[in-house]
């Protein structure tokens, strides 16, 4: 799901826009081709490997409001869904901005538009071991709703959420058949990025850098799972002084991913200073 908003993005950003003074109100065409492409999205995903999200056979609805405990894998999973929504609520707003929604109403429209990608299948996982997980959509939904208080409130915007993902030992290796991608937490990293230079009429700070908090975790099929903590730099490719037209729009997808950086890692009550 994570690559989804980042294809979300790509796709909204370069889609063509419309003169502004065309848009008066949103277009009922535009609004129907994103509905269909909603469906359209949600028949593949359930289409590609279904075994994958769904094993087993289904039962009676469960709900669960907590599943995983306090583990550092189910820790990286509610960040997965957080951070992936928060990239396709983006991506979503600016595919409503297309269909000539205000950038206000675009913003909750592309919140709740990237609640919904993510429903139908906890709605099925209810039928399943896994249940209908609460918390996970409530993290579906903190992600969502971000990218719209961005849009309400400007100053919030010196906090964004960023990842960084690179295959572990244990997905190269398919331990004992896991991790998948999608579970794949030992190589992925998820950060709270924050650059003062974000905020609108910001002075004294370079709007290229930021620093980071992550949170990561060491392994999950071969090994017990420790914490990873991160506190680095945070490169802004949107703050470089790069004059090319194009770049603006390249460099608002590129600004989800967290490039390596310095910074520190502390794994195991032990600090090491790297690129993270």
């Known amino acids: 799901m994570r690559s989804v908003g980042i294809v979300a993005g790509f796709a909204a950003i370069f889609a063509p826009r419309l003169p502004a003074q065309e848009c008066g109100s949103i277009r009922p065409g535009r609004a129907a081709a994103l509905g269909a492409a909603y469906v359209a999205g949600e ?38 869904h957080v951070t992936a929504s928060y990239q396709l609520s983006q991506g979503a707003a600016l595919a409503w901005r297309w269909a000539c929604a205000s950038p206000g109403a675009a913003a909750w429209l592309g919140a709740a538009t990237a609640f919904a990608a993510g429903l139908p299948k906890k709605v099925v996982d209810g039928f399943h071991p896994a249940g209908f997980e609460v918390s996970k959509n409530l993290a579906n939904a903190v992600g969502a709703v971000f990218p719209a208080l961005h849009q309400q409130w400007p100053a919030t915007r010196m906090v964004a959420l960023k990842a960084w993902y690179w295959p572990s030992a244990e997905f190269r290796a398919h331990a004992a058949g896991e991790p998948r991608l999608l579970s794949d937490y030992a190589g992925q990293r998820y950060y709270l990025s924050v650059n003062p230079a974000r905020r609108p009429g910001a002075v004294g700070w370079p709007r290229w850098l930021g620093v980071a908090i992550g949170h990561g975790s060491s392994a999950w099929a071969t ?36 490039l390596p950086s310095p910074g520190l890692r502390l794994d195991g009550g032990r600090w090491t200073a790297g690129v993270f």
């Open 43 to 80: 028949a593949l995903l359930v289409a590609v490997r279904p075994a994958d999200w769904w094993p087993g056979l289904p039962g009676p609805f469960r709900l669960n409001w907590v599943n995983g405990g306090g583990s550092p894998a189910a820790g990286q999973d509610y960040l997965l």
């Open 223 to 258: 090994a017990p799972v420790r914490h990873q903590w991160y506190a680095t730099l945070d490169l802004e490719l949107r703050g470089l002084p790069i004059r090319w037209s194009w770049w603006p729009k390249v460099a608002a997808v590129l600004d989800q991913v967290h």
